[in-house]
């Protein structure tokens, strides 16, 4: 089945904890990103990918890290989280990046950062 | 850059009736208008997209249209069923772009009363 998988689903943690929320994908995609959800703000982009070792910032891309050593994979890191960063996060992928193709997206992790 | 603003935030409809969510963007070489649903603990998913050479596209019962001219574009969904409450988020994409990213509405929360 094709599908975009992400894990942990949820997650609590303390500030300053080093995370990583893992994001892959089983369709062979060159595209890959990161958005945050918000009430209210729809989803914004953290950071994108065009292919391997390919990244670039989004709209919020500060407090984020990410890297694409793998076709497959684009984890997310956060090296000292924040409460602001409270958040439901989306891994995405696309066939390609520069051209209209449908993104397809994971479940959702909701971190929640006291 | 590009800015997209959906209305409304919220939308209850009696089953069996139409619903239209709009969306305005502000960058008129923007060329690619995709309509994305999200139900509850799940992530986006492409429902119908138009591109700026087509006017109007429908799909069972639901159709977009778009008015170049105005600048904006609609979601319209026909003989509403409860599997139709969801959130729905409408983006646009211009190709001058160098993020090749959809800049996204705020989402309107579609509720169906029985």
């Known amino acids: 089945e094709a599908q975009v998988t992400q894990n942990p689903r949820y997650l609590i943690t303390v500030t300053g904890k080093k995370l990583t929320v893992t994001c892959s994908q089983n369709?062979?995609?060159?595209?890959m990103s990161w958005y945050r959800q918000d009430p209210g703000l729809g989803l914004r982009q953290i950071y994108y990918?065009?292919?391997?070792?390919?990244?670039d910032k989004g709209d919020v891309p500060e407090g984020y890290k990410v890297s694409r050593k793998e076709k497959r994979n684009f984890p997310l890191i956060l090296e000292s989280p924040s409460p602001n960063q409270t958040s439901l996060y989306f891994c995405?992928?696309?066939?390609?990046?520069?051209?209209?193709?449908?993104?397809?997206f994971g479940p959702g992790t909701r971190l929640t950062v006291t | 850059g590009e800015n997209v603003e959906q209305h409304p935030s919220t939308l209850s409809v009696q089953e069996g009736d139409s619903a239209v969510i709009k969306c305005t963007y502000s960058?008129?070489?923007?060329?690619?208008f995709p309509w994305y649903k999200q139900e509850l603990g799940k992530g986006p998913q492409l429902i119908i997209d138009?591109?700026?050479n087509v006017g109007e596209k429908k799909d069972q019962r639901i159709a977009v249209t778009l008015n170049k001219t105005a600048k904006h574009f609609s979601l319209h969904i026909t003989e509403t069923q409860p599997e139709d409450s969801a959130v729905y988020f409408c983006?646009?994409?211009?190709?001058?772009?160098?993020?090749?990213?959809?800049?996204w509405g705020a989402g309107t929360k579609l509720i169906i009363k029985p």
């Open positions: 983006a646009a994409r211009t190709p001058l772009d160098s993020n090749y990213q959809l800049i």
């Open positions: 995405a992928s696309s066939f390609s990046g520069t051209v209209n193709y449908e993104q397809y």
């Open positions: 990918s065009m292919n391997v070792e390919v990244t």
């Open positions: 960058d008129s070489a923007s060329n690619y």
């Open positions: 138009i591109r700026s």
């Open positions: 369709m062979n995609h060159e595209y």
